[in-house]
Protein backbone atom coordinates (compact mmCIF):
# COMPACT_ATOMS: atom_id res chain seq x y z
CA UNK A 1 0.00 0.00 0.00
CA UNK A 2 2.52 2.55 0.88
CA UNK A 3 4.32 1.41 -2.48
CA UNK A 4 1.07 2.90 -4.15
CA UNK A 5 0.76 5.67 -2.00
CA UNK A 6 4.52 6.81 -3.06
CA UNK A 7 3.87 6.32 -6.85
CA UNK A 8 0.55 7.78 -6.74
CA UNK A 9 2.25 10.75 -4.83
CA UNK A 10 5.16 11.20 -7.58
CA UNK A 11 3.03 11.39 -10.83
CA UNK A 12 0.81 14.13 -8.95
CA UNK A 13 4.11 15.91 -8.51
CA UNK A 14 4.62 15.39 -11.86
CA UNK A 15 1.39 16.35 -13.08
CA UNK A 16 1.39 19.55 -10.67
CA UNK A 17 5.34 20.27 -12.04
CA UNK A 18 4.04 20.09 -15.72
CA UNK A 19 0.93 21.92 -15.27
CA UNK A 20 2.45 24.94 -13.36
CA UNK A 21 5.86 25.19 -15.13
CA UNK A 22 4.92 28.04 -17.61
CA UNK A 23 2.29 30.46 -17.50
CA UNK A 24 -1.35 29.69 -18.32
CA UNK A 25 -1.05 31.31 -21.84
CA UNK A 26 1.64 28.80 -22.44
CA UNK A 27 0.40 25.81 -21.41
CA UNK A 28 -1.06 24.51 -24.45
CA UNK A 29 2.44 25.05 -26.35
CA UNK A 30 4.57 23.71 -23.75
CA UNK A 31 2.98 20.57 -22.11
CA UNK A 32 1.92 17.79 -24.33
CA UNK A 33 0.96 14.59 -23.80
CA UNK A 34 4.75 13.33 -25.14
CA UNK A 35 5.87 15.73 -22.02
CA UNK A 36 3.93 14.04 -20.10
CA UNK A 37 4.04 9.98 -20.79
CA UNK A 38 7.96 11.04 -20.44
CA UNK A 39 8.03 12.44 -17.21
CA UNK A 40 5.95 8.88 -16.01
CA UNK A 41 8.55 6.69 -17.82
CA UNK A 42 11.45 8.75 -15.71
CA UNK A 43 9.25 7.69 -13.09
CA UNK A 44 8.82 3.97 -13.80
CA UNK A 45 5.21 4.71 -14.49
CA UNK A 46 4.16 2.57 -17.29
CA UNK A 47 1.20 1.54 -15.94
CA UNK A 48 -0.15 5.08 -16.32
CA UNK A 49 1.30 5.10 -20.10
CA UNK A 50 -0.68 2.22 -20.68
CA UNK A 51 -3.77 3.67 -19.39
CA UNK A 52 -3.61 6.90 -21.64
CA UNK A 53 -2.60 4.39 -24.21
CA UNK A 54 -6.05 2.66 -23.85
CA UNK A 55 -7.86 5.79 -23.15
CA UNK A 56 -6.37 8.01 -26.09
CA UNK A 57 -7.71 11.55 -26.46
CA UNK A 58 -11.07 11.84 -28.87
CA UNK A 59 -9.59 14.75 -30.46
CA UNK A 60 -7.66 13.74 -33.64
CA UNK A 61 -4.51 16.31 -33.23
CA UNK A 62 -4.31 15.16 -29.72
CA UNK A 63 -4.16 11.76 -31.15
CA UNK A 64 -1.41 12.65 -33.36
CA UNK A 65 0.45 14.42 -30.79
CA UNK A 66 0.72 11.42 -28.43
CA UNK A 67 1.69 9.30 -30.92
CA UNK A 68 5.02 11.52 -31.98
CA UNK A 69 5.55 11.76 -28.07
CA UNK A 70 5.38 8.18 -27.75
CA UNK A 71 8.16 7.59 -30.11
CA UNK A 72 10.10 11.08 -29.58
CA UNK A 73 9.97 11.30 -25.84
CA UNK A 74 8.61 8.34 -24.12
CA UNK A 75 11.08 5.70 -25.21
CA UNK A 76 14.33 7.93 -25.03
CA UNK A 77 12.94 8.74 -21.27
CA UNK A 78 12.93 5.12 -20.65
CA UNK A 79 16.37 3.61 -19.45
CA UNK A 80 16.18 -0.39 -18.58
CA UNK A 81 16.51 -1.81 -22.20
CA UNK A 82 13.86 -4.43 -21.16
CA UNK A 83 11.13 -1.84 -20.18
CA UNK A 84 12.43 -0.07 -23.44
CA UNK A 85 11.36 -3.07 -25.58
CA UNK A 86 8.31 -3.30 -23.77
CA UNK A 87 7.63 0.77 -23.98
CA UNK A 88 8.59 0.15 -28.04
CA UNK A 89 6.00 -2.64 -27.92
CA UNK A 90 3.08 -0.14 -26.76
CA UNK A 91 4.04 2.97 -29.09
CA UNK A 92 4.05 0.32 -31.93
CA UNK A 93 0.57 -0.94 -31.47
CA UNK A 94 -0.64 2.45 -30.60
CA UNK A 95 0.51 3.54 -33.77
CA UNK A 96 -0.88 0.67 -35.27
CA UNK A 97 -4.25 1.42 -34.05
CA UNK A 98 -4.62 5.03 -34.36
CA UNK A 99 -3.42 5.12 -38.31
CA UNK A 100 -6.01 1.92 -38.67
CA UNK A 101 -8.80 4.34 -37.60
CA UNK A 102 -7.82 6.56 -39.75
CA UNK A 103 -9.72 6.52 -43.55
CA UNK A 104 -7.25 5.68 -46.55
CA UNK A 105 -5.71 8.37 -48.03
CA UNK A 106 -5.52 10.92 -45.54
CA UNK A 107 -3.11 13.70 -45.33
CA UNK A 108 -2.58 12.36 -41.43
CA UNK A 109 -1.81 8.77 -42.25
CA UNK A 110 1.20 10.13 -43.95
CA UNK A 111 2.05 13.41 -41.45
CA UNK A 112 1.77 10.99 -38.38
CA UNK A 113 3.58 8.07 -39.81
CA UNK A 114 6.63 10.33 -40.80
CA UNK A 115 6.67 12.22 -37.42
CA UNK A 116 6.13 8.38 -35.56
CA UNK A 117 9.17 7.43 -37.79
CA UNK A 118 11.38 10.77 -36.82
CA UNK A 119 10.69 9.90 -33.11
CA UNK A 120 12.40 6.67 -33.20
CA UNK A 121 15.43 6.97 -35.52
CA UNK A 122 16.53 10.45 -34.25
CA UNK A 123 15.43 10.43 -30.96
CA UNK A 124 14.71 7.17 -29.55
CA UNK A 125 17.94 5.21 -31.00
CA UNK A 126 20.31 7.86 -30.02
CA UNK A 127 18.98 7.85 -26.50
CA UNK A 128 20.41 3.81 -26.31
CA UNK A 129 24.04 5.15 -25.64
CA UNK A 130 24.08 6.47 -29.11
CA UNK A 131 23.20 3.56 -31.02
CA UNK A 132 22.42 5.16 -34.07
CA UNK A 133 26.34 6.25 -34.65
CA UNK A 134 27.41 2.53 -32.43
CA UNK A 135 25.54 0.52 -35.35
CA UNK A 136 26.71 2.67 -38.26
CA UNK A 137 30.44 3.43 -37.36
CA UNK A 138 31.38 1.10 -34.58
CA UNK A 139 31.11 -1.99 -32.34
CA UNK A 140 27.26 -1.94 -31.04
CA UNK A 141 26.33 -4.02 -28.00
CA UNK A 142 24.05 -6.76 -28.70
CA UNK A 143 20.95 -4.07 -27.05
CA UNK A 144 21.97 -1.30 -29.39
CA UNK A 145 21.86 -3.69 -32.20
CA UNK A 146 18.25 -4.87 -31.19
CA UNK A 147 17.35 -1.87 -30.73
CA UNK A 148 18.16 -0.50 -34.49
CA UNK A 149 16.38 -3.44 -35.23
CA UNK A 150 13.03 -3.28 -33.97
CA UNK A 151 13.32 0.75 -34.77
CA UNK A 152 14.07 0.18 -37.88
CA UNK A 153 11.57 -2.98 -38.65
CA UNK A 154 8.92 -0.95 -37.24
CA UNK A 155 9.49 2.28 -39.24
CA UNK A 156 10.74 1.07 -42.75
CA UNK A 157 7.35 -0.57 -43.82
CA UNK A 158 5.04 2.72 -42.15
CA UNK A 159 7.23 4.82 -44.88
CA UNK A 160 7.11 2.56 -47.71
CA UNK A 161 3.17 3.04 -46.81
CA UNK A 162 3.11 6.63 -46.82
CA UNK A 163 5.36 6.65 -50.20
CA UNK A 164 2.33 5.47 -51.63
CA UNK A 165 -0.32 7.42 -50.02
CA UNK A 166 1.24 10.24 -51.51
CA UNK A 167 0.32 9.77 -55.10
CA UNK A 168 -3.44 8.83 -53.96
CA UNK A 169 -3.95 11.84 -52.12
CA UNK A 170 -2.60 13.75 -55.30
CA UNK A 171 -5.33 12.35 -57.03
CA UNK A 172 -7.84 12.23 -54.50
CA UNK A 173 -7.76 15.74 -52.17
CA UNK A 174 -8.30 18.35 -54.94
CA UNK A 175 -11.35 16.50 -56.39
CA UNK A 176 -13.43 17.53 -52.67
CA UNK A 177 -15.52 20.46 -52.72
CA UNK A 178 -13.19 22.16 -49.78
CA UNK A 179 -9.94 21.63 -50.97
CA UNK A 180 -9.35 25.21 -52.14
CA UNK A 181 -10.68 26.47 -48.91
CA UNK A 182 -9.07 23.73 -46.17
CA UNK A 183 -5.75 22.70 -48.59
CA UNK A 184 -4.94 25.21 -51.16
CA UNK A 185 -6.06 28.69 -49.43
CA UNK A 186 -4.56 28.13 -46.30
CA UNK A 187 -1.33 26.76 -47.43
CA UNK A 188 -1.50 23.04 -46.03
CA UNK A 189 -1.52 21.70 -49.74
CA UNK A 190 1.97 23.18 -50.48
CA UNK A 191 3.20 21.81 -47.15
CA UNK A 192 2.00 18.25 -47.95
CA UNK A 193 3.58 18.58 -51.54
CA UNK A 194 6.95 20.04 -49.28
CA UNK A 195 6.77 16.93 -46.46
CA UNK A 196 5.82 14.53 -49.40
CA UNK A 197 9.23 15.91 -51.19
CA UNK A 198 11.95 15.58 -48.64
CA UNK A 199 11.08 14.04 -45.57
CA UNK A 200 9.03 11.12 -46.46
CA UNK A 201 11.64 10.04 -48.61
CA UNK A 202 14.54 11.27 -46.11
CA UNK A 203 12.92 9.14 -43.06
CA UNK A 204 12.38 5.83 -45.64
CA UNK A 205 16.40 5.92 -46.94
CA UNK A 206 17.09 6.45 -43.00
CA UNK A 207 15.55 3.82 -41.74
CA UNK A 208 16.61 1.39 -44.95
CA UNK A 209 19.68 1.92 -43.46
CA UNK A 210 19.35 0.52 -40.41
CA UNK A 211 17.56 -2.37 -41.90
CA UNK A 212 20.36 -3.18 -44.18
CA UNK A 213 23.12 -3.13 -41.26
CA UNK A 214 21.79 -5.47 -40.02
CA UNK A 215 23.34 -9.20 -40.91
CA UNK A 216 21.65 -11.84 -42.57
CA UNK A 217 20.08 -13.45 -39.17
CA UNK A 218 18.60 -10.13 -38.62
CA UNK A 219 15.17 -10.15 -37.47
CA UNK A 220 14.24 -8.23 -40.76
CA UNK A 221 15.64 -10.54 -43.46
CA UNK A 222 14.72 -13.89 -40.88
CA UNK A 223 11.32 -12.68 -41.28
CA UNK A 224 11.09 -12.68 -45.37
CA UNK A 225 9.44 -14.81 -47.64
CA UNK A 226 10.86 -18.79 -47.64
CA UNK A 227 13.23 -18.51 -50.99
CA UNK A 228 13.50 -14.80 -50.59
CA UNK A 229 17.98 -14.22 -50.14
CA UNK A 230 18.81 -12.05 -47.80
CA UNK A 231 21.68 -10.59 -50.27
CA UNK A 232 18.93 -9.88 -52.68
CA UNK A 233 16.24 -7.76 -50.41
CA UNK A 234 19.57 -6.46 -49.14
CA UNK A 235 20.47 -4.80 -52.52
CA UNK A 236 16.88 -3.96 -53.53
CA UNK A 237 16.63 -1.86 -50.16
CA UNK A 238 19.43 0.19 -51.01
CA UNK A 239 19.08 0.76 -54.90
CA UNK A 240 15.56 2.04 -53.47
CA UNK A 241 17.80 4.21 -50.78
CA UNK A 242 19.85 5.24 -53.17
CA UNK A 243 17.09 6.31 -55.68
CA UNK A 244 15.29 8.20 -53.31
CA UNK A 245 18.92 10.37 -51.91
CA UNK A 246 19.62 10.84 -55.34
CA UNK A 247 16.24 12.54 -56.16
CA UNK A 248 16.34 14.63 -52.54
CA UNK A 249 19.71 15.96 -53.42
CA UNK A 250 18.95 16.76 -56.39
CA UNK A 251 15.80 18.52 -55.43
CA UNK A 252 17.50 20.47 -52.26
CA UNK A 253 18.44 23.38 -53.79
CA UNK A 254 17.53 26.50 -51.01
CA UNK A 255 17.97 23.70 -48.51
CA UNK A 256 19.55 24.93 -45.63
CA UNK A 257 23.55 23.66 -45.22
CA UNK A 258 22.78 21.76 -42.47
CA UNK A 259 20.63 19.53 -43.84
CA UNK A 260 22.12 18.93 -47.13
CA UNK A 261 25.12 18.14 -45.53
CA UNK A 262 22.47 15.28 -43.59
CA UNK A 263 21.66 14.50 -46.64
CA UNK A 264 25.13 13.85 -48.30
CA UNK A 265 26.16 11.90 -45.35
CA UNK A 266 23.21 9.87 -45.53
CA UNK A 267 23.77 9.12 -48.91
CA UNK A 268 27.71 7.96 -48.35
CA UNK A 269 26.63 5.75 -45.68
CA UNK A 270 23.84 3.73 -47.85
CA UNK A 271 26.95 3.96 -51.11
CA UNK A 272 29.03 2.49 -48.42
CA UNK A 273 27.02 -0.73 -48.36
CA UNK A 274 26.59 -0.74 -51.68
CA UNK A 275 30.33 -1.08 -52.32
CA UNK A 276 30.88 2.44 -54.28
CA UNK A 277 33.33 3.36 -51.92
CA UNK A 278 34.83 6.69 -53.95
CA UNK A 279 31.11 8.06 -54.41
CA UNK A 280 30.81 7.64 -50.45
CA UNK A 281 33.92 9.80 -49.81
CA UNK A 282 32.58 12.09 -52.37
CA UNK A 283 29.54 12.60 -50.36
CA UNK A 284 31.12 12.86 -47.00
CA UNK A 285 33.56 15.60 -48.36
CA UNK A 286 30.45 17.24 -48.99
CA UNK A 287 28.50 16.76 -45.92
CA UNK A 288 32.24 17.63 -44.14
CA UNK A 289 32.11 21.03 -46.36
CA UNK A 290 28.32 22.07 -45.78
CA UNK A 291 28.72 20.97 -41.88
CA UNK A 292 27.77 24.15 -39.45
CA UNK A 293 30.72 23.45 -37.44
CA UNK A 294 33.48 21.33 -36.31
CA UNK A 295 31.07 19.68 -33.63
CA UNK A 296 29.25 16.10 -33.75
CA UNK A 297 28.03 16.81 -36.91
CA UNK A 298 31.46 16.77 -38.57
CA UNK A 299 33.05 14.42 -35.95
CA UNK A 300 30.13 11.74 -36.93
CA UNK A 301 31.19 12.58 -41.11
CA UNK A 302 34.39 11.81 -40.44
CA UNK A 303 33.57 9.04 -38.35
CA UNK A 304 31.59 7.49 -41.58
CA UNK A 305 35.00 8.81 -43.78
CA UNK A 306 37.07 6.41 -41.51
CA UNK A 307 34.95 3.09 -41.57
CA UNK A 308 34.74 3.95 -45.31
CA UNK A 309 38.77 4.41 -45.86
CA UNK A 310 38.75 1.04 -43.70
CA UNK A 311 36.50 -0.91 -46.67
CA UNK A 312 38.19 0.91 -49.52
CA UNK A 313 41.52 -1.24 -48.04
CA UNK A 314 42.96 1.96 -47.31
CA UNK A 315 44.20 0.97 -43.70
CA UNK A 316 46.84 3.28 -43.22
CA UNK A 317 44.62 6.25 -43.89
CA UNK A 318 41.63 5.39 -41.96
CA UNK A 319 44.08 4.35 -38.70
CA UNK A 320 45.68 8.30 -39.34
CA UNK A 321 42.07 9.87 -39.51
CA UNK A 322 40.98 8.30 -36.45
CA UNK A 323 43.73 9.01 -34.22
CA UNK A 324 42.88 12.74 -35.16
CA UNK A 325 39.52 12.17 -33.88
CA UNK A 326 40.99 11.47 -30.48
CA UNK A 327 41.75 15.02 -30.44
CA UNK A 328 38.70 16.75 -31.54
CA UNK A 329 36.46 18.88 -29.39
CA UNK A 330 33.28 16.84 -29.86
CA UNK A 331 34.74 14.44 -27.10
CA UNK A 332 33.98 16.81 -24.40
CA UNK A 333 30.41 17.12 -24.82
CA UNK A 334 30.23 13.47 -25.50
CA UNK A 335 32.83 11.27 -24.21
CA UNK A 336 30.98 7.97 -25.86
CA UNK A 337 32.47 9.18 -29.04
CA UNK A 338 35.60 8.17 -27.63
CA UNK A 339 34.51 4.60 -27.36
CA UNK A 340 33.75 5.22 -31.29
CA UNK A 341 37.14 6.02 -32.70
CA UNK A 342 38.81 3.39 -30.23
CA UNK A 343 36.28 0.88 -32.18
CA UNK A 344 37.35 1.67 -35.65
CA UNK A 345 41.36 1.44 -34.53
CA UNK A 346 40.32 -1.80 -32.41
CA UNK A 347 38.89 -3.04 -36.29
CA UNK A 348 41.53 -2.56 -38.28
CA UNK A 349 43.61 -4.14 -35.89
CA UNK A 350 40.70 -7.28 -35.83
CA UNK A 351 40.88 -7.72 -39.03
CA UNK A 352 44.58 -8.34 -39.20
CA UNK A 353 43.97 -10.90 -36.34
CA UNK A 354 41.02 -12.67 -38.41
CA UNK A 355 44.06 -13.21 -41.14
CA UNK A 356 46.51 -14.07 -38.77
CA UNK A 357 47.31 -18.02 -38.52
CA UNK A 358 50.13 -17.90 -36.19
CA UNK A 359 48.62 -17.97 -32.75
CA UNK A 360 51.07 -16.03 -31.34
CA UNK A 361 50.83 -13.28 -33.69
CA UNK A 362 46.93 -13.39 -33.72
CA UNK A 363 47.38 -13.32 -29.54
CA UNK A 364 49.60 -9.81 -30.31
CA UNK A 365 46.73 -8.24 -32.72
CA UNK A 366 43.57 -8.96 -31.05
CA UNK A 367 46.03 -7.65 -27.50
CA UNK A 368 46.36 -4.61 -29.76
CA UNK A 369 42.90 -4.20 -30.23
CA UNK A 370 42.05 -3.53 -26.82
CA UNK A 371 44.81 -1.07 -26.63
CA UNK A 372 43.11 1.94 -27.55
CA UNK A 373 40.03 1.54 -24.73
CA UNK A 374 42.96 2.29 -22.44
CA UNK A 375 43.63 5.81 -24.23
CA UNK A 376 39.75 6.12 -23.85
CA UNK A 377 40.01 5.87 -19.81
CA UNK A 378 43.33 7.79 -19.60
CA UNK A 379 41.79 10.80 -22.06
CA UNK A 380 40.62 14.00 -19.92
CA UNK A 381 37.37 14.28 -21.51
CA UNK A 382 36.79 11.09 -19.84
CA UNK A 383 38.11 11.91 -16.24
CA UNK A 384 34.72 12.97 -15.06
CA UNK A 385 32.91 9.67 -16.18
CA UNK A 386 35.51 6.81 -16.22
CA UNK A 387 33.25 4.60 -13.97
CA UNK A 388 30.54 4.29 -16.05
CA UNK A 389 32.85 4.24 -19.01
CA UNK A 390 34.87 1.50 -17.28
CA UNK A 391 31.11 -0.35 -17.07
CA UNK A 392 30.32 0.26 -20.55
CA UNK A 393 33.32 -1.35 -21.98
CA UNK A 394 33.72 -4.16 -19.33
CA UNK A 395 30.26 -5.36 -20.53
CA UNK A 396 31.54 -4.95 -24.03
CA UNK A 397 34.81 -7.01 -23.31
CA UNK A 398 32.44 -9.88 -21.78
CA UNK A 399 30.42 -10.45 -24.61
CA UNK A 400 33.63 -10.28 -26.65
CA UNK A 401 35.07 -13.01 -24.10
CA UNK A 402 31.84 -15.37 -24.16
CA UNK A 403 31.68 -15.07 -28.24
CA UNK A 404 35.29 -17.14 -28.28
CA UNK A 405 35.78 -20.68 -27.51
CA UNK A 406 39.61 -19.69 -26.45
CA UNK A 407 39.51 -17.08 -24.14
CA UNK A 408 43.12 -16.78 -23.85
CA UNK A 409 43.45 -15.25 -26.58
CA UNK A 410 42.81 -12.28 -25.02
CA UNK A 411 45.15 -9.88 -23.10
CA UNK A 412 44.44 -10.80 -19.38
CA UNK A 413 43.45 -7.63 -18.49
CA UNK A 414 40.31 -7.81 -21.01
CA UNK A 415 39.79 -11.41 -19.11
CA UNK A 416 39.43 -9.97 -15.64
CA UNK A 417 37.28 -7.68 -16.48
CA UNK A 418 35.06 -9.92 -18.70
CA UNK A 419 35.12 -11.97 -15.54
CA UNK A 420 33.97 -8.63 -13.04
CA UNK A 421 31.58 -7.95 -15.40
CA UNK A 422 30.33 -11.54 -15.77
CA UNK A 423 30.22 -12.08 -11.92
CA UNK A 424 28.30 -8.42 -11.25
CA UNK A 425 25.68 -9.85 -14.15
CA UNK A 426 25.43 -12.79 -12.39
CA UNK A 427 24.26 -11.37 -8.88
CA UNK A 428 21.93 -8.80 -11.02
CA UNK A 429 20.09 -11.50 -12.79
CA UNK A 430 19.82 -13.15 -9.38
CA UNK A 431 18.91 -10.22 -7.38
CA UNK A 432 15.69 -10.00 -10.62
CA UNK A 433 15.08 -13.94 -9.67
CA UNK A 434 16.48 -14.53 -13.42
CA UNK A 435 18.19 -18.68 -12.71
CA UNK A 436 18.93 -19.06 -15.91
CA UNK A 437 20.18 -15.83 -16.74
CA UNK A 438 22.28 -16.03 -13.26
CA UNK A 439 23.31 -19.69 -13.81
CA UNK A 440 24.75 -18.30 -17.41
CA UNK A 441 26.84 -15.85 -16.12
CA UNK A 442 28.23 -17.34 -13.44
CA UNK A 443 29.74 -20.04 -15.17
CA UNK A 444 31.24 -17.20 -17.60
CA UNK A 445 33.31 -16.03 -14.33
CA UNK A 446 34.03 -19.10 -13.57
CA UNK A 447 35.39 -19.98 -16.85
CA UNK A 448 37.47 -17.00 -17.50
Not at 42 to 68: F, Q
Not at 138 to 145: C, F, I, K, V
Not at 221 to 232: D, E, R, V
Not at 412 to 426: D, K, M, T, W
Amino acid sequence: MLDVIRRCSMSLALIGALTFAAPVSAQVDQLDDGEFIAGLAKLGLHDLVEHMIANPPADSDARGRLLHGLAQQYLSATGNFNDWVAAHGRAKAFADRVLGDLPNPHPDRLIWAANYTEGLLFSALPSRQQADLFVSYGLATPDQRKAAALLAGDALPRMQAAMQIWPELQRVLPRQANFEKDYRNTGKWSDLQDFSRQQIPLFTAKATLYVCLQDDEGAYFKSLPNGTAASAERKRLIDAGLRHMDLLIEDSTGAPDVTRSRMHRLRGDLRVLAGQFDQALGDFDQAANLASDGGVARFSIDLARAKTLQAAGRGDDATKLANELFNRSAVNENPLLLVLVADRLSMLSRTEAAKATDTEQKKQLIAKSYEPYQRVLEHPAAASVRQPLEGFLFARFADDVAGEQDITLFPVNVQFAAGVESEQNARRANQRQDVPEAQKQFTMATKI
